[in-house]
């Protein structure tokens, strides 16, 4: 449901898609594996998941890709690239699986579209309020991987999740923690393992239990 964006916060749903329509909203399905946005692309316009799921990764020199972040549906993405000035994605991002995304024209989050004054004030409200949240996500990854040791990295990713000490679900997958802590899968299970051995955590797939605090 759109009205779950958080950039359509506090705005009907009829509205919703009527401002769309009003801003030119273009609405694009993929398949799996598909490309939505190719890495040193410029992009204009800013992207909303509808269904399915985003990966975002970086390819180095030599082709490898590093995972960077996943996007679920009624995220966003794209919002700093469409209003930077057509600079180059860092990134690719793929689809996940079957995906529908939204793309909105970035230069209409800045003007005032006529019939719309209350949506345009809100959306624009709350893209900020967004940016705000993508500020403290970043803060958070930089927390992680400033840790001196995977050990204390994967403690501190833990602990953001870890608010009154019971089971908690991750969002990634072994992989994708892997990535997200720039570390080899391999040695994240390894010491996942001595970590459950050493009486420090519980974990079976993505759910996990900090005992420590």
Known sequence: MIKDCKLFKDIDEKRIWEYISAVNGIKRSYGNGQTVIEQGECIDKLGIVISGK?????????????????FS?????????????????????????????????????????????????????????????????????????????????IIRFL??????????????SRQELAEYLNAERSALSRELMRMVNDGIIDCQGRKFLLKIR
């Not at 579209?113 to 949240?133: H, V």
């Not at 602990?159 to 990634?172: E, M, R």
């Open 54 to 70: 985003l990966k975002a990764f970086r390819y180095s020199e030599d082709g490898n890709a590093g995972f960077i972040s996943s």
């Open 159 to 172: 602990s953001l999740f870890n608010d009154d000490g019971k089971p908690f679900t991750i969002p990634y």
């Open 73 to 153: 549906e009624n995220r966003i993405f794209a919002d700093f690239l469409a209003i930077s000035g057509c600079k180059k994605s860092p990134v690719s991002l793929t689809a996940d699986g079957v995906c529908d995304v939204l793309l909105i024209p970035a230069v209409a989050l800045f003007r005032t579209t006529a019939g719309f004054e209350y949506e345009c004030k809100q959306i624009a409200f709350n893209l900020l309020s967004l940016f705000s949240d993508q500020f403290f996500e970043l803060k958070d990854r930089v927390y992680c991987l400033t840790a001196p040791t995977l050990r204390e990295k």
